[in-house]
């Protein structure tokens, strides 16, 4: 896959968190790495903060440790 327009593929690690009533909730972790970009100062590899908020989820590429995001380069926040 190669990201088009000013966007960036991130891998994603999920986060199963337990409830007290026992229930397990998924979340994201806010840290990713990158596995391709059109962002001139990143490279493959590199990992990324990013806003939640402003990403799609690519259902082909998901898996039980990990999910694959679409960001805009806008909420790539910072380099780590």
């Known amino acids: 896959m190669k990201p088009l327009g000013d966007r960036t593929l991130l891998k994603v690690q999920k986060i199963y968190k337990k409830q007290k009533d026992g229930t397990e909730t998924m979340d994201i972790s806010r840290e990713a790495k990158v596995i391709e970009t059109n962002h001139?100062?990143?490279?493959?590899?590199?990992?990324?903060?990013?806003?939640?908020?402003?990403?799609?989820?690519?259902?082909?590429?998901?898996?039980?440790?990990s999910m694959t995001l679409v960001v805009d380069n806008d909420d790539l926040y910072c380099l780590i």
């Open 40 to 65: 001139p100062e990143l490279k493959k590899g590199d990992v990324v903060y990013y806003n939640p908020r402003g990403c799609v989820n690519i259902e082909v590429e998901d898996t039980k440790k």
